[in-house]
């Protein structure tokens, strides 16, 4: 089975990642899908999330990765997907998470929406978290792959060594 796990990964967090791993255990294939949202101040371009996708997960098979934009059940047609995947950490995302899955099903009922739990660990784990704590000088190494830790601390101009 494939699925479509789409999202801003802005950016990429072990949150997300392990999302994937375990969704590929689960299905069998991911398509990470980057959400390139004109009407999101994004962080980082679409261009580099995708590297930085890329670079965090090239040991894991079974998975492809590609952006699109406009409406994810269009993307999830047109990658012949089953299911579109998404994360719930706790109850703030499942209200706004059941508002996009009722949306999506209302436009298109024959694609499905299925959520996984994120592991407890990564609970308090969000992109936005991510970047507030690089920004406030923090070490962020614990919460996204290394490139991407990278990224941040150059962002925003801090070093660990
Ligand atoms: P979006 O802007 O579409 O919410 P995100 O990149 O923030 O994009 O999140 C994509 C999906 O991954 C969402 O379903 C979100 O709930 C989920 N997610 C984000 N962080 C985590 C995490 N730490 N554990 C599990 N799922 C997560």
């Known amino acids: 089975m494939k699925v479509l796990y789409p999202g801003s990964f802005d950016p990429l967090t072990f949150g997300h990642l392990d999302l994937i791993k375990r969704a590929i255990d689960s299905f069998g294939e991911v398509i990470i899908a980057v959400l390139e949202n004109p009407t999101k101040n994004s962080t980082f371009t679409v261009n580099r999330r995708l590297e930085q996708i890329k670079q965090a997960t090239n040991q894991l098979s079974k998975i492809e990765i590609i952006s699109y934009k406009g409406l994810t059940v269009d993307c999830a047609k047109k990658f012949?997907?089953?299911?579109?995947?998404?994360g719930l950490r706790a109850m703030s995302d499942f209200e706004y998470e059941l508002q996009i899955a009722h949306t999506n099903r209302s436009i298109d009922a024959s694609i499905e929406t299925i959520f996984l739990a994120s592991e407890a660990h990564h609970s308090f784990l969000s992109s936005s978290v991510v970047k507030e704590v690089a920004m406030f000088g923090g070490n962020v190494d614990h919460m996204v792959p290394n490139l991407i830790a990278n990224d941040l601390y150059e962002m925003?101009?801090?070093k660990y060594s």
């Open 80 to 86: 012949q997907v089953d299911l579109i995947l998404r």
């Open 156 to 158: 925003f101009d801090i």
